[in-house]
């Protein structure tokens, strides 16, 4: 199966008093993942289901990704932070054979790629990242990681 990890946008909020829960996607941070969700359209491919976290900038994030590419979304609290291995084992079986973009946090999703792949890399807020998987055997292969300013180099 393809697997792909999207990093929610940017929700820093220097001045934000509420629960870190609650933060929601800056204006930047929705600009740029509209511009993730273009190049992705660019690239033609799809998904069966985009499956996010609860949290609001995760939400926020996998909404525009698959309103712009026209796919399936569904809400999934095992992305929540916290997500781990087990968690992922559980989705993972809980979608088998579908391709999925799981839409969640750092440093969860580091941590998913490395437990699959053995990768060690940095997943930037809007970057994109693909696993092939074999879900029997809980492993995969990196095939490739964007981050976000890619989408705003290719036109």
């Not at 941070?29 to 499956?51: C, P």
């Not at 060690?120 to 970057?127: D, V, Y």
Request: no cysteine; glycine share 8%; charged share 25%.
């Amino acid at each position: 199966m393809h697997l792909y990890f999207l990093r929610h946008g940017e929700a820093d909020w220097p001045d934000w008093t509420g629960p870190d829960d609650e933060r929601p996607l800056t204006g930047h941070g929705k600009k740029e993942v509209a511009k993730v969700a273009a190049f992705l359209k660019q690239l033609d491919f799809s998904v069966d289901h985009v499956v996010t976290s609860p949290l609001p900038r995760a939400k926020e994030t996998a909404r525009i990704v698959a309103d712009r590419l026209h796919w399936k979304l569904r809400e999934d609290p095992v992305l929540k932070p916290g997500f781990d291995t087990p968690g992922l084992k559980r989705l993972l079986h809980k979608h088998a054979g579908s391709d999925l973009m799981l839409v969640g946090h750092e440093p969860d999703f580091t941590g998913a790629i490395r437990a699959l792949s053995g990768a060690f890399l940095k997943l930037s807020k809007g970057g994109l990242a693909l696993l092939d998987v074999d879900v029997q055997q809980m492993q995969g292969k990196l095939l490739w990681l964007f981050p976000p300013k890619i989408a705003k180099a290719i036109r």
